[in-house]
């Protein structure tokens, strides 16, 4: 799938600008389906509630919550220097941490009820339990593979199911810090470290520099979690503002990513773990993102708030969690409130059915799904999972239709080949008894041929042309493909080039490039379904091939060259005889080979592209009687020629729709003033 950033543009426009979104929600939910493009869906949540205070108790620049498992929400209220205490109906349960805490910006709350306070200002991490008491301090570890010089001023903080803390440090580049409770605090190790990117420059810099110039440079480190959260699973979830390869990543026991195809998020704040195998991550701007277990990205929802204060719009996002009913608690350190997101019907059966397929029950999984897409068929991600669950059900007909139709190259590749491997067991005696019964006939005929001559008379009409004729120069292409030397100084000499020829080659050519990017198999095909744009492919290749004969023919002129403007454009379209006869070879293949055998397919391309190269160069260097170091001047002059075209019709066509741009507005000026 690609970066969001765009996306994010797209979908800030799309808010401004639509005039049906749903009248429930401010919002508009959408989802990416599997081209990668935006697509608007059904809403996904609907914010139901907002939260500004527990009781008497405002929020004052909260930074973090968390809902435990019986619904009870923790806060923490860092202005206040304080932890609340209260419930979805905004019911205040208690205040804990006052005259100890000073910027509490992390909270977590185990199963025992022991509730964990990051405090940067205060350099420590605080324990305290049911009752509010202070259990424990975990201050900075004294073990030396901390580091002596590394401050520790923790802001988020979890804790799993053996008591262990991982803690995220502010400017701690070394990851996240590993502790376990025992002797008051050890310290195990960094856990999760992001990667500097290093390019080639940098490396090349560092190698030739000396020590003073390195250390003028701009540091290279990589970037400080900001936020995590940890599953029942002891999984912990990370997200990173600035890492431009994983913003996103669920980490194992040994630290390793287990979701790289999750995708980019650019402004991450929060991260939290779903209960169907999915996860949730907050945007600061106020979107929030929803990821399958996979890592592929299932909603967008929600929205920057423009000022009107509505609900479901968010200012300054600074922590996520989900309760037990999939209810989405959101914290807005900006607008100092919680907003709770509740899942529609039709989220509630998605979530219900990647969760059975996620843990193996494929065949379960198909009712729910059949629901989402009873209400959406053209929803990719339930398509794609029914599809996959097909598979596992060995349905691989169902499978491959619900991938075609979820545009899942892989999934249908899987299919594909299962039901071909099929179909060669059901008919590869058939096909070998086909191959000898035609081995057989052919042996005869030839026999037959030879002893009676049976084929004389289509040999004699065959051999029937008109010398330098049509069908003659026709075939006079395909000499030139086996022999270019030999053939351009026929196109020189011998009067071989001939216009009616070498457009009847060029329309070939343009007929095998439509029926190749518009009928080719689904996994060669680059163009959305539905989508022609017949008349845009045919004048680029028209403008392109006339636009490179006319420069190439200016060139030459001034370079001595001896080709006219009717051979340059002979051997240009004879040129291109190889993508001719091996692109039907190319799109049979794509409707046959699986995505592991497409190599076959781009080898071909391979060979075409490099033929049709030579047959351009050595044409160029045999009609215009050229050495090879004038071959290759005049080729980078045709080039550069090329560009400045491009570039001369692209500004004629800006000044000229400037201009028409600028008589349609006189002409509304005055019709405006004569009808006024």
Known sequence: MKKLTAFLAIVLAAMILSVCAFAATPYTTYTVNGYGDIQETQTAYQAVRAITKFGAEYFSGPRDLFVAGDGTIYVADTLNKRILIGNADGDL??????????????????????IYVADRDARAVFEFGTDGELLHTYGKPSSPLYGE??????LKVAVNDAGILFVVCEKNINGIAEISP?????????????????????????????????????????????????????????????????????????????????????TPAAVTPGNHNNLYVADQSGFIFEFNNEGELIFVFGGKDDGNNRLGLLKTVSAIDVDRSDRLYVLDSALNMIQIFKPTEFTD?????????????????????????????????????????CFQEENYEEALRYARLAKDREGYSDAYWEIRNIWLKNHVAGMLGILIALFILIRI?????????????????????????????????????????????????????SWLSSGIMLGVFILEFLVNKY??????????????????????????????????????????????????????????????????????????????????????????????????????????????????????????????MALIIFILYILWAQVIEFISAIGG????????
């Open 445 to 497: 005929l030839k026999t037959l041929d030879r002893r009676k001559g049976i084929f004389v008379p289509v040999r004699k009409l065959l051999g029937r042309k008109k010398e330098k004729g049509l069908r003659d120069n026709l075939g006079y292409a395909f000499h030139y493909m086996r022999h270019p030397i030999d053939a351009s100084y026929g196109i020189a000499r011998e009067g071989r080039a």
């Open 669 to 676: 000026e005055i019709g405006y003033r004569v009808s006024g």
């Open 182 to 266: 025992i002797d008051g605090g050890t310290f195990l190790g960094y856990f999760g470290t992001n990667f500097a990117k290093v390019d080639f420059r940098t490396v090349l810099y560092r190698a030739i520099l000396t020590r003073e110039q390195r250390a003028k440079m701009v540091s290279n480190n990589p970037s400080t979690p900001d936020n995590l959260a940890i599953d029942e699973r002891g999984l912990v979830y990370t997200v990173t503002l600035g890492d431009e390869d994983k913003t996103v990543k669920r980490l194992n026991i040994a630290g390793l990513n287990l979701i790289d195809s999750a995708e980019k998020v650019d």
């Open 149 to 154: 010089e590394m401050d520790f001023l923790p």
């Open 349 to 389: 059966k998605l979530h219900e059915a990647l969760y059975l397929y996620s843990v193996g029950r494929y065949t379960e999984s198909r009712e729910p799904l059949q629901r989402v897409l009873d209400m959406n068929s053209l929803f990719d991600v339930a398509n794609r999972a029914m599809g996959r669950a």
């Open 93 to 114: 349960l208690g205040i804990i941490g006052k005259g100890t805490l000073q910027t509490p910006g992390g909270v977590f709350v185990t199963e025992n009820g022991h």
């Open 519 to 644: 009928l080719c198999g689904f996994l060669q095909k680059t163009i959305q379904d539905g989508r022609y744009e017949l008349f845009s492919d045919v004048g680029i290749i028209l403008a392109a091939v006339l636009g490179l004969t006319l420069c190439h023919y200016l060139v030459c002129t001034i370079n001595d060259g001896e080709g006219r403007v009717k051979q340059i454009f002979t051997y240009f379209c004879y040129s291109l005889t190889p993508y001719i006869l091996l692109t039907p070879v190319v799109f049979l293949l794509s409707h046959v080979l699986t995505i592991n055998e497409q190599f076959l397919i781009t080898f071909l391309r391979i060979i075409i592209i490099g033929w049709i190269m030579v047959l351009i160069v050595l044409g160029i260097r045999e009609v215009n009687n050229y050495t090879a170091k004038e071959t290759a001047k005049v080729i980078l002059l045709t080039l550069f020629t090329v560009l400045i």
